[in-house]
């Protein structure tokens, strides 16, 4: 069974920045695409973030510029850049992992950004 670790979440003041990891367990196969969603209190999960296992990058409007996802497939882990960090980023960040056509979650890891 795959599981995936996240690490990086935390309280931080606006303008700040964070990284988020996520790290797959068990897995020897190749993994495809990667992303990081979001989930606000009262709100639904929103796409963060993707990136494609050549690398091919897409962001949501509110976070383009800001953050930066990238991966390293010989660890098998997704990483989330957050820079200039505001209150409205303020959710718990979930990693997702696609192998073998099954996608998979983290736990979540919660991101809060004082004003």
């Known amino acids: 069974q795959v599981q995936l670790v996240e690490s990086g979440g935390g309280l931080v003041q606006a303008g700040g920045s964070l990284r988020l990891s996520c790290t797959a367990s068990?897995?020897?196969?190749?993994?495809?695409?990667m992303g990081w969603y979001r989930q606000a209190p009262g709100k639904q999960r929103e796409l963060v973030a993707s990136?494609?296992?050549?690398?091919?990058?897409s962001y949501a409007d509110s976070v383009q510029v800001r953050f930066t996802i990238s991966r390293d497939n010989a660890k098998k882990t997704v990483y989330l850049q957050m820079n200039s960090l505001k209150p409205e980023d303020t959710a718990v960040y979930y990693c997702?992992?696609?192998?073998?056509?099954?996608?998979?979650w983290g736990q979540g890891t919660q991101v809060t950004v004082s004003s």
């Open positions: 997702n992992m696609v192998i073998r056509g099954v996608q998979y």
């Open positions: 068990r897995s020897i196969f190749a993994i495809g695409a």
């Open positions: 990136i494609s296992l050549v690398g091919i990058t």
